[in-house]
């Protein structure tokens, strides 16, 4: 049997070994930004875990622009500092490919660790002042984002160029921008939050357009042969917010400033929204939309948790590859369990192979 789920696949010049992405998960443990040891053991678990592709969680392109105090920046020099010993570890120990998600928080910033309550901070907790396309709250309790300047944008797009030259000297083997769960570039695309009259607000062209020249300026400063993508919205789940039909102008629009792919989530627009019921890979079919009306490699990531499921994705032709986030963290070896049930091979470090099914009989034993 061959399987499509380990089937090789190329962005841009990067080769990948198959189509599984490890989703980039915040871990809410640097310190200013500078990724710790957490970084190392989950990291360098994880770049092990037979996903071609680890992506690196969203590190955020600005102090301000961090969701909580423990996110992961790329502002500074001790910030490129930690994440390039970081990557140097993963690199010396795991088999997979690196890429980083680089971002800004915008109104969802100066927040409470998940553990802690994901409120917004309180005056005595160091909080800090937040920016945005409007300003309206994240949702009812949060505090009032400052509309942003054209100063802002121009300083922000700055930033961004900023983060992913950094990100381009650490030697990332792919770049990706996010562009969902209601962070700012986001909240600029949704109509629900950019309430702006210049020319950054009103049709999808105008929303598109701050998003669209942070892509274009990355672009210009990541060489060619290194993807770049965007993490984008798939639906807002909320009548008058994006639909479907903006994630494919928006991915064709993407792709025609040269990204490379898109991952395509859904979701967080606002605190206020009650998301529908979701069932297992609720995004597929709206990344089947974006893959086959923009023609750009399309991810798709959103409660994938079986190797069956993954392999039925790729194999249907409805995404190029898939992002598997809490999977992962419940299997950390998840890669290595689907190929032994799609019969298909993956790379293993040497310390570990003994415990390949096809020399360990233990193998045979397990529930
Ligand atoms: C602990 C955790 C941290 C996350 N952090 C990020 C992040 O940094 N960037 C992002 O785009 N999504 C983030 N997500 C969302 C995941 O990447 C993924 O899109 C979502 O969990 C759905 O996939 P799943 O059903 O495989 O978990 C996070 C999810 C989890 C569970």
Same mark, same amino acid.
């Given at each position: 049997?061959? !399987?499509?789920?380990? !089937?090789?696949?190329?962005?841009?010049?990067?080769? %990948?070994?198959?189509?599984?992405?490890?989703?980039?998960?915040?871990?809410?443990?640097?310190?200013? #930004?500078?990724?710790?040891?957490?970084? %190392?053991?989950?990291?360098?678990? %994880?770049?092990?875990?037979?996903?071609?592709?680890?992506?690196?969680?969203?590190?955020?392109?600005?102090?301000?622009?961090?969701?909580?105090?423990?996110?992961?920046?790329?502002?500074?020099?001790?910030?490129?500092?930690?994440?390039?010993?970081?990557?140097?570890?993963?690199?010396?120990?795991?088999? $997979?490919?690196?890429?980083?998600?680089?971002? *800004?928080? +915008?109104?969802?910033?100066?927040?409470?660790?998940?553990?802690?309550?994901?409120?917004?901070?309180?005056?005595? &907790?160091?909080?800090?002042?937040?920016?945005?396309?409007?300003?309206?709250?994240?949702?009812?309790?949060? @505090?009032?984002?400052?509309?942003?300047?054209? &100063?802002?944008? =121009?300083?922000?797009?700055? &930033?961004?160029?900023?983060?992913?030259?950094? $990100?381009?000297?650490?030697?990332?083997?792919?770049?990706?921008?996010?562009?969902? *769960?209601?962070?700012?570039?986001?909240?600029?695309?949704?109509?629900?939050?950019?309430?702006?009259?210049?020319?950054? #607000?009103?049709?999808?062209?105008?929303?598109?357009?701050?998003?669209?020249?942070? /892509? #274009? /300026?990355?672009?210009?400063?990541?060489?060619?042969?290194?993807?770049?993508?965007?993490?984008?919205? +798939?639906?807002?789940?909320?009548?008058? +917010?994006?639909?479907? /039909?903006?994630?494919?102008?928006?991915?064709?629009?993407?792709?025609?400033?040269?990204?490379?792919?898109?991952?395509?989530?859904?979701?967080?627009?606002?605190?206020?929204?009650?998301?529908?019921?979701?069932? @297992? #890979?609720?995004?597929?079919?709206?990344?089947?939309?974006?893959?086959? =009306?923009?023609?750009?490699?399309?991810?798709?990531?959103?409660?994938?948790?079986?190797?069956?499921?993954? =392999?039925?994705?790729?194999?249907?032709?409805?995404?190029?590859?898939?992002?598997?986030?809490?999977?992962? %963290?419940?299997?950390?070896?998840?890669?290595?369990?689907?190929?032994?049930?799609?019969?298909?091979?993956?790379?293993?470090?040497?310390?570990?192979?003994?415990?390949?099914? $096809?020399?360990?009989? +233990? /193998? $045979?034993?397990?529930?």
């Amino acid at each position: 049997m061959t !399987s499509a789920l380990f !089937s090789p696949t190329r962005l841009a010049g990067l080769e %990948l070994a198959n189509r599984i992405v490890v989703s980039p998960m915040c871990q809410y443990s640097a310190d200013d #930004g500078i990724a710790s040891d957490w970084h %190392l053991t989950h990291l360098g678990m %994880l770049a092990n875990s037979g996903a071609a592709l680890l992506v690196v969680e969203m590190t955020d392109v600005e102090r301000r622009g961090r969701i909580t105090h423990g996110c992961m920046g790329l502002y500074s020099d001790a910030c490129e500092v930690g994440l390039a010993h970081v990557v140097a570890h993963c690199r010396r120990f795991g088999r $997979a490919r690196l890429g980083i998600q680089i971002a *800004h928080a +915008g109104r969802k910033g100066s927040a409470q660790r998940p553990w802690e309550g994901s409120r917004p901070l309180g005056p005595d &907790a160091d909080a800090w002042p937040t920016i945005a396309p409007s300003a309206i709250p994240y949702g009812s309790g949060w @505090p009032t984002p400052r509309a942003m300047t054209l &100063a802002d944008i =121009e300083k922000v797009r700055d &930033a961004f160029v900023a983060a992913a030259r950094r $990100a381009v000297r650490i030697g990332f083997d792919a770049i990706e921008l996010h562009g969902a *769960h209601g962070y700012l570039l986001h909240s600029f695309l949704s109509p629900i939050s950019n309430k702006r009259t210049d020319d950054y #607000g009103g049709s999808l062209q105008a929303r598109m357009r701050f998003p669209l020249e942070i /892509a #274009g /300026a990355v672009r210009a400063v990541v060489p060619k042969p290194v993807p770049l993508g965007m993490r984008i919205t +798939g639906s807002d789940w909320i009548d008058g +917010g994006l639909a479907p /039909a903006d994630a494919v102008a928006f991915a064709t629009a993407l792709k025609a400033w040269g990204l490379d792919y898109v991952d395509v989530s859904s979701g967080g627009v606002s605190g206020d929204v009650r998301p529908p019921n979701f069932g @297992p #890979g609720y995004n597929v079919g709206i990344a089947e939309q974006v893959r086959r =009306e923009s023609g750009i490699a399309t991810r798709t990531v959103g409660l994938i948790a079986g190797a069956r499921q993954a =392999e039925a994705i790729v194999a249907e032709g409805r995404a190029d590859m898939v992002a598997l986030a809490r999977a992962m %963290l419940d299997d950390p070896h998840w890669g290595w369990h689907a190929a032994e049930a799609l019969g298909a091979e993956v790379a293993r470090p040497p310390q570990y192979e003994r415990a390949a099914p $096809a020399v360990w009989p +233990g /193998a $045979a034993y397990r529930t």
